[in-house]
């Protein structure tokens, strides 16, 4: 018979060796990069995962102070035809942080740049808030912030990975379908994911090589959607509703 | 459309551009198209009677500009950072340097031809190339900031900029013939400008609306799918066939060229408000248009209303400055009446 002394002994050592378990969320940590190197960030959204929760878009907007009717970060959700009848398909949606970002060109203020971890963040006391950037992103993934008046996004939730922690929305996601990392590191998790798997990216013909790919995407949701009656609609019928 | 697709969860990203930007659009468009007209008139004579109006209908329409453009700015006190970039990429931040240059091109011009000008009149040529030079300028950079959108379809395509060009010039001609007409002065060419262009405009729609038939034309989708634009386009065209009938076929009379440039005008403010509004109405990851009331807008009406009353003011102090007596008694204005 173990002691109670033991019993502590063996709990502490398995929290351990969960903590460390290859996979976990923690093993997945931005490493401090040796000097000199700059990571390039991206993300992997393994669809197959997704449960559709929304908690990722509540962490986000928790994290990031985001305004009540705006997101930063949101799980489209989809009733598709499928050969068993209607089902399911989620798309999380978010800043692509892309290669050849449109919303960088068209500022007319330089608010919004590119740093060099392939970020895409905007510079809040020097934004205008013209909302040209608004319109220029093909993946309707900026917004002017009512609260601010100014435009804003996802940043890779730049303040925690600077930190050496996960965007929020890759720390809560319950399924681990978000999986964020350094694409240029080989053995990172985040380029074994896109190495190994079929990988898509949104919108590929806007031109602006996304930084976030889907593993499992819907061919039907690659591009926009062709939506028909649905949530929007009914927002659309009955406005009164509306927050 | 028979995808069998529903959202079930979807969102809706608020319109980045206001009904501020159609005011402004629509009056920096009604300027460059004025002051366009007025500097064709000077190439003759610079004391053409035509000129002085088109001039007064520029430079109304011009000053009163930039407030809806700051008005839509989200954080307008901010407005220096313009001049303080030098984001050179940007369309938009070449447009912070035109439209001062053209507004201030109007100003001097307003000034030159004025009692406190006259002894200055040997610049006023150089005056009106700056500011034909600068009109220029502003439509070309009014289109091109919104033609370079990939992301928005109905912006992003060839038809686009001419159109919104083409109505710049039937909205700057509407207003020089009401200014010239209310002043009891020649109005030039104005109206012919108003008549060819009126109809080159609808042409030029209906050839919008037929090219993307059938291949889904983002204008075509939003101009059949879209309840409130297709009642405004009906509107457009109206106006359009209106102002070319009225300026091309009934005889010349103060009452029709009020009454085609009335139309011409309105004309321009519905195209934009059905491409801004609409245009933004239609979002990018999803087909289907975003909720957005085009018409009971209590925002859009209290825009009316200042856009209006600023003008008025403006009207006013132009009338005072442009409309005057000579020292020596000479009344340069006295078939005129004051708007």
Known sequence: MKTRREILSLSAVAALGLAIQPGSAASAQPQTPPSGYTPRWGMAIDLRKCIGCQACTVSCAMENGVPTGAHRTVVSTYEVPTDNGPGQAVLPRLCNHCENPACISVCPVDATYQQTDGTVVIDAEQCVGCGYCVQACPYDARFINKETGIADKCTFCVQRVGAGLLPACVETCVGGARVFGDLKAKDSQVALLIQNHKVDVLRPEMGTRPQVYYIGLDGRLQDRV?????????RDQNPQQEG | MNSGIVDLISFDQGFAWRHWAVWYFLLVGSAAGASLIAFIATLRDEDAPQVRPALFAAAAAGIAAPFPLLADLHQPARFMHFYLSAATDSIMWWGAWF?????AGLAVLVILYSPFGRRFMAFRTYAWYWTAAFAIAVLAYTAGEMTVVRARPVWHDALFPILLTLSSFVSGAGIVAIVATARGENPGIAPRVLGIGSLLFVVGVVAWITAGWGNGGAFTELAIRYNPVSLLLVMT?????????????????AIFNILAGALAVVGALIFRWQLFMGGQAQPKTETGFLPYSLFANSDALAGLIGTVGLLAVIVAVLSFILIHKDEGGEDHTASHTAL
């Open chain 2, 237 to 253: 065209g109206v106006c359009g066939i209106g102002g070319a009938v009225v300026t091309l076929a009934m005889p010349r009379a």
């Open chain 2, 99 to 103: 439209l001062p240059a053209f507004v």
């Open chain 1, 226 to 234: 062709e939506a028909e009656f649905g949530a929007r609609q009914l």
